[in-house]
């Protein structure tokens, strides 16, 4: 199995800047598509991006597009997040999930982090 933790949330202004990192554990990383959802409070957890195993291709969610970017270095098993121009529609639990294929949908992803905040303010 596979056990993600997410790091690099925390509370900036809008406008800002803020990057996320995903650490896997064990080997299999590399061979996982690697994706990144969000969760408003109240709110269904949704698509933000995804990379390929080898890292490359990249998909993003109209939302984030031009603004997010997704990377991974599968020599350190780390995914990362570069959030800019962040508004507070950004508000959300960032989670980093893998999955065998790329997809937008959360069952198509099988192991999943705990999430990490990001609040962004007015």
């Known amino acids: 199995q596979v056990q993600l933790l997410e790091a690099g949330g925390g509370l900036v202004q809008a406008g800002d800047s803020l990057g996320l990192s995903c650490a896997a554990s064990?080997?299999?990383?590399?061979?996982?598509?690697m994706g990144w959802f969000r969760q408003a409070p109240g709110k269904e957890r949704v698509f933000v991006a995804a990379?390929?195993?080898?890292?490359?291709?990249?998909y993003y969610a109209d939302s984030v597009k031009g603004r997010f970017t997704i990377s991974r270095d599968n020599d350190k098993n780390t995914g990362y997040l570069e959030l800019t121009y962040l508004t507070p529609e950004d508000t959300a639990v960032y989670y980093c999930a893998l999955g065998p294929r790329s997809g937008f949908g959360v069952a198509e992803y099988r192991y999943w982090g705990q999430g990490t905040q990001v609040t962004v303010s007015a």
């Open positions: 990379i390929s195993s080898s890292g490359d291709y990249a």
């Open positions: 064990g080997r299999a990383f590399s061979a996982y598509t």
